[in-house]
């Protein structure tokens, strides 16, 4: 399996822009997790997935950001509009359990500017 | 507040030496795992220690829990100029839809 694949890699975007990030889990896992990380905050879960469905979006910082997940094989991750403190690596992760191991992509190294 | 806190939050050792990383936490757990991050890059699975383990190895890895002390450690034995990254542990709590919590890791440097 390639593993967990996130796009785009690196992204500069302006302030005020839309930014939609992008992950294909490893297939046959069946939750799904986004994460965010910065040097001030650590690892943050903003949301997870179980079958597709949402199931704790308590770690959305706001409502510029949403989530999707319209099959097993695809999620995004937008941000509307983009604000310069959003600057951070997403990481897109997946897992057969909750508790399994965790599986992550390589991330998606957002500048906001 | 986190989990999960490793400490020391950073680690500078020689070649060939030991480095020791701890990790306390706050409530009952149902697993603890440890991951390596290299820079720039994402995070990748170590080793994953179940509430009824002392002990488990893995090649020059090794992780104890104590879950009186709701502690564990990670020792890389003979540590090479690769294992310079940063090493988080991860907690399962041992409650309903929870998933794994993350701490802010300890950033291990090897020097050659």
């Known amino acids: 399996d390639a593993g967990v694949i996130q796009s785009p890699r690196h992204e500069v975007t302006e302030m005020g822009q839309e930014v939609t990030l992008r992950c294909k889990p490893i297939?046959?896992?069946?939750?799904l997790f986004w994460y965010r990380q910065t040097m001030m905050r650590g690892l943050e879960l903003l949301i997870y997935?179980?079958?597709?469905?949402?199931?704790?979006d308590s770690g959305m910082p706001e409502d510029r950001f949403s989530a999707k997940m319209p099959n097993a094989s695809f999620s995004t991750l937008k941000i509307q509009p983009s604000e310069p403190r959003d600057s951070a690596v997403y990481f897109c992760?997946?897992?057969?359990?909750?508790?399994?191991?965790?599986?992550f992509g390589e991330g998606s190294w957002l500048t906001v500017v | 507040s986190q989990q999960g806190e490793e400490d020391p939050q950073a680690l500078s050792i020689q070649e060939g030496e030991n480095a020791t990383m701890n990790c306390s936490y706050k409530?009952?757990?149902?697993?603890l795992q440890w991951y390596r991050q290299n820079s720039g890059r994402g995070l990748v699975h170590l080793i994953l220690?179940?509430?009824?383990?002392r002990e488990k190895h893995s090649g020059r890895l090794r992780v104890t829990l104590d879950t009186s002390k709701k502690s564990s450690s990670l020792l890389i034995t003979a540590s090479r100029a690769a294992d310079t990254a940063s090493y988080f542990c991860?907690?399962?709590?041992?409650?309903?839809?929870?998933?794994?919590?993350f701490g802010k890791g300890t950033m291990l440097l090897v020097s050659p």
């Open positions: 997935f179980n079958n597709n469905v949402p199931i704790d």
């Open positions: 409530t009952s757990i149902n697993n």
């Open positions: 991860a907690t399962d709590v041992s409650s309903g839809y929870s998933t794994l919590t």
């Open positions: 220690i179940r509430s009824n383990e």
């Open positions: 992760a997946s897992s057969s359990g909750l508790g399994n191991t965790i599986y």
């Open positions: 297939s046959g896992h069946d939750y």
